[in-house]
Structures are given as C-alpha cells and as structure tokens.
C-alpha cells in the first residue's frame, strides 16, 4: 500500500525479508489477497458515498472498518487507517 517507489508494486521482497520462512507460493498468494483486499476497500469507500449538507463525504471509518474487518478480522489498526486513507484518496480521483 505504499505509496512512492513501492506503489502498486509487488510486497513479496518486502513481505520475504520480513518473514524469510514464507515459501514464493505464499508470497504470492498474499500479495493476491492484499490487492483484493485493497480493490474491495476502494470499491466500498466509492460505492458509499455520504450526502450531507449538499456535499459528498466519504463513508465514516468507523463503518468502513466494520467492513473490512468482518472480512478480514486480522488487519491491524495501523493498515486499517492506510486502507481508508488511501480508499478515500483513491475515491476523490
């Protein structure tokens, strides 16, 4: 989910360097997940928009977490608030 040199690249060197013992197979097998996981989020945060006071916001976090973690309950705090930025980011495009 990074942005700049590593955006929309593949995690499997990063995600291998942090944890050696995965095989290629599950590398790539969790650089699948994240993207769908990524694509599901930016779909829920465009397919949601919120109509208040005349303008568009975007879907409250609270509710966008609610969301993806029902489907995904083992994404932490920290790339849960990324998804979403990123979501709404992505959203204004």
């Known amino acids: 989910m990074g942005f700049g040199e590593n955006w929309l690249a593949d995690i499997d060197k990063r995600l291998s360097e942090k944890h050696p013992e995965l095989s290629e197979s599950d590398l ?18 465009s397919k949601n928009p919120i109509k208040k006071e005349g303008k568009i916001t975007f879907v409250d976090s ?25 979501s709404c980011y992505y959203a204004m495009k």
């Open 28 to 45: 790539r097998k969790a650089d699948k997940l994240c993207r769908k996981i990524t694509k599901n989020a930016n779909d829920f945060v």
């Open 62 to 86: 609270s509710d966008f977490k609610t969301y993806i973690l029902n489907q995904h309950s083992w994404i932490n705090e920290e790339n849960l608030n990324r998804l979403y930025s990123q």
